[in-house]
């Protein structure tokens, strides 16, 4: 197989990055079992403890943790076990902030505006049911969204009396173009749209919508428009999260939904949700925090919780957790850091576009994600003609390789290359894709 963009591919600053990595990078470099330069590719992928027998290609769905990761758990997770009682005293606070500080950092974001979450599915249940919708207020999704956002957005409706409306974003995903998704959103918008509620990237198709672009077009619309009555964006942003560079400004939405267990390779069972300040003002919280002093204190003095004040601390949903995982956040999201973000979302985008270069030169298969790397990301969907998604799957996996199906209406096969793939492995799937499509 020709693989004309593989120049593109080559390692570049990987000693510096190790030079640059915090204390457990660096400790794991410095351990002989981490093979490979640090900071190259073959070095990324040995952080992690994948079974080496097969291709690893659903990122999108559970991440495999990365051994800075897996070492500050199983540091906590001792701590824990041996005095948890002490050990929890002694560092909840300190470790706590430290993970929204990390998430907030990452997504340039004051950490005051992140609530920690379990996952995306917490991070969109929590925003949509505990938005202030008023009876006649209508929300705007779309088609190709996710059953998580769709019934999320179901229950919202059912509490509040809103209304709910669904569009479809395109006639065809292959040929479906920024204006397009755009313009498509405008003209759907309506006096009485509250809310716009949206996925970053499609996991049926792996379509990338332009984030930007419609914040900047609703922002034109909520110009005309009196605060209470302004449009709020909100995203399911897992699919982008630990793959594209934009921070939270960047994208212009009100709410980021993600987690962390999937492409930024955090612990799992771990979330985050970015608020804007018109967000705070506009959600209210439904389960009670743990890390709101102000809440807790008024209390425990039996009076009323302070009006307002709505913070992430506030919106993150209380209750003992598993600590541990929490608190190994700050590893995952400088491991990111110290690789380098342009070098990570360059990876994945080269990846998947080898990747959708092979699929497009085999005959009987017809890949669904969009080419342009504007409208996509790290998933490429793709159906064999006359076969169903599921037994493409099944044969690939007796093949070694891992991929899965979009479970959605209508289902497509899916491959997730992301850092810890090679170009080899690219090479793989195509290879086995021949003899099976
Ligand atoms: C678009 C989308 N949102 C949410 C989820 C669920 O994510 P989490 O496991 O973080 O709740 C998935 C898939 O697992 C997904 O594809």
Same mark, same amino acid.
């Given at each position: 197989?020709?693989?004309?963009?593989?120049?593109?591919?080559?390692?570049?600053?990987?000693?510096?990055?190790?030079?640059?990595?915090?204390?457990?990078?660096?400790?794991?470099?410095?351990?002989?079992?981490?093979?490979?330069?640090?900071?190259?590719?073959?070095?990324?992928?040995?952080?992690?403890?994948?079974?080496?027998?097969?291709?690893?290609?659903?990122?999108?769905?559970?991440?495999?943790?990365?051994?800075?990761?897996?070492?500050?758990?199983?540091?906590?997770?001792?701590?824990?076990?041996?005095?948890?009682?002490?050990?929890?005293?002694?560092?909840?606070?300190?470790?706590?902030?430290?993970?929204?500080?990390?998430?907030?950092?990452?997504?340039?974001?004051?950490?005051?505006?992140?609530?920690?979450?379990?996952?995306?599915?917490?991070?969109?249940?929590?925003?949509?049911?505990?938005?202030?919708?008023?009876?006649?207020?209508?929300? #705007?999704?779309?088609?190709?969204?996710?059953?998580?956002?769709?019934?999320?957005?179901?229950?919202?409706?059912?509490?509040?009396?809103?209304?709910?409306?669904?569009?479809?974003?395109?006639?065809?995903?292959?040929?479906?173009?920024?204006?397009?998704?755009?313009?498509?959103?405008?003209?759907?918008?309506?006096?009485?749209?509250?809310?716009?509620? #949206?996925?970053?990237?499609?996991?049926?198709?792996?379509?990338?919508?332009?984030?930007?672009?419609?914040?900047?077009?609703?922002?034109?619309?909520?110009?005309?428009?009196?605060?209470?009555?302004?449009?709020?964006?909100?995203?399911?942003?897992?699919?982008?999260?630990?793959?594209?560079?934009?921070?939270?400004?960047?994208?212009?939405?009100?709410?980021?939904?993600?987690?962390?267990?999937?492409?930024?390779?955090?612990?799992?069972?771990?979330?985050?949700?970015?608020?804007?300040?018109?967000?705070?003002?506009?959600?209210?919280?439904?389960?009670?925090?743990?890390?709101?002093?102000?809440?807790?204190?008024?209390?425990?003095?039996?009076?009323?919780? %302070?009006?307002?004040?709505?913070?992430?601390?506030?919106?993150?949903?209380?209750?003992?957790?598993?600590?541990?995982?929490?608190?190994?956040?700050?590893?995952?999201?400088?491991?990111?850091?110290?690789?380098?973000?342009?070098?990570?979302?360059?990876?994945?985008?080269?990846?998947?576009?080898?990747?959708?270069?092979?699929?497009?030169?085999?005959?009987?298969?017809?890949?669904?994600?969009?080419?342009?790397?504007?409208?996509?990301?790290?998933?490429?969907?793709?159906?064999?003609?006359?076969?169903?998604?599921?037994?493409?799957?099944?044969?690939?996996?007796?093949?070694?390789?891992?991929?899965?199906?979009?479970?959605?209406?209508?289902?497509?096969?899916?491959?997730? %290359?992301?850092?810890?793939?090679?170009?080899?492995?690219?090479?793989?799937?195509?290879?086995?894709?021949?003899?099976?499509?």
């Amino acid at each position: 197989m020709s693989l004309s963009r593989r120049s593109m591919l080559k390692v570049s600053g990987a000693a510096a990055v190790a030079a640059a990595g915090g204390p457990r990078v660096q400790e794991a470099a410095a351990q002989e079992a981490v093979r490979g330069e640090p900071g190259s590719w073959g070095w990324v992928r040995n952080l992690f403890d994948l079974t080496p027998d097969s291709v690893h290609m659903s990122a999108m769905l559970i991440a495999s943790h990365p051994r800075p990761v897996r070492q500050a758990i199983e540091e906590h997770r001792r701590g824990l076990d041996l005095d948890p009682v002490r050990y929890l005293e002694r560092n909840n606070n300190r470790l706590t902030a430290a993970a929204r500080q990390a998430a907030g950092d990452y997504l340039g974001v004051h950490s005051s505006h992140v609530a920690l979450t379990d996952s995306t599915t917490m991070g969109v249940g929590l925003i949509y049911s505990g938005l202030r919708l008023r009876p006649g207020d209508e929300v #705007l999704t779309t088609f190709e969204d996710y059953y998580v956002t769709h019934e999320s957005l179901r229950l919202a409706a059912e509490r509040t009396g809103a209304s709910l409306r669904r569009i479809a974003l395109f006639d065809s995903v292959e040929e479906a173009t920024e204006d397009e998704i755009v313009s498509r959103i405008t003209s759907a918008i309506g006096p009485s749209t509250r809310l716009v509620a #949206l996925t970053w990237v499609h996991s049926s198709t792996g379509l990338k919508i332009p984030v930007s672009s419609i914040a900047a077009a609703i922002g034109e619309v909520n110009a005309g428009r009196d605060e209470e009555d302004q449009i709020l964006l909100g995203l399911d942003a897992v699919h982008g999260f630990g793959v594209e560079e934009e921070t939270f400004f960047d994208l212009g939405c009100d709410f980021f939904m993600a987690g962390c267990h999937k492409w930024l390779f955090g612990p799992r069972g771990t979330g985050i949700v970015a608020i804007s300040e018109r967000g705070l003002a506009a959600v209210r919280p439904s389960i009670p925090s743990f890390t709101d002093d102000a809440v807790f204190t008024a209390w425990l003095k039996g009076a009323d919780a %302070p009006p307002g004040g709505n913070s992430g601390p506030r919106m993150t949903p209380g209750g003992f957790k598993p600590f541990e995982h929490i608190w190994a956040l700050p590893e995952a999201f400088a491991l990111h850091g110290q690789i380098g973000r342009a070098r990570v979302a360059a990876r994945t985008h080269d990846l998947a576009g080898l990747l959708k270069e092979a699929l497009g030169e085999l005959s009987g298969i017809a890949v669904r994600t969009p080419r342009d790397p504007d409208l996509s990301a790290g998933i490429v969907s793709f159906d064999v003609e006359g076969t169903h998604p599921d037994a493409i799957v099944s044969r690939l996996r007796r093949r070694g390789i891992v991929a899965s199906v979009a479970p959605y209406a209508v289902p497509h096969v899916r491959l997730t %290359p992301s850092m810890r793939n090679s170009q080899d492995e690219i090479e793989q799937v195509a290879a086995a894709l021949r003899e099976i499509a």
